[in-house]
């Protein structure tokens, strides 16, 4: 007879963030990190899932990034 026995530690999920600023693309992520951490707990990870520019009169009006963030579930 075999006994299997597991034990859940953590359990990890996924969260979209998307995030959108005028300056660049290093400060929207920074901001949709900071946003992320604000919200959710035990934020692990976070991944660029998509960037992209927004143009106004042939120049960048704003950056956006769509980030996918990893968290732990207590």
């Given amino acids: 007879k075999i006994m299997l026995q597991s034990v859940i530690d953590y ?3 996924k969260h979209i ?3 959108t600023l005028k300056k660049s693309f290093d400060d929207a ?3 949709g990190v ?3 951490n604000k919200t959710l707990k ?3 990870s976070v991944w660029i899932k998509d ?3 927004d143009l106004e009169k042939a120049k960048i009006a ?3 990034v769509l ?3 990893t968290f732990v579930l207590e």
């Fill in 34 to 36: 900071k946003r992320a």
């Fill in 62 to 64: 704003q950056y956006k």
């Fill in 11 to 13: 359990v990890h999920d």
């Fill in 42 to 44: 035990n934020v692990k």
């Fill in 51 to 53: 960037q992209q520019v």
């Fill in 67 to 69: 980030l996918k963030v």
């Fill in 17 to 19: 963030v998307n995030q």
């Fill in 29 to 31: 992520l920074k901001a």
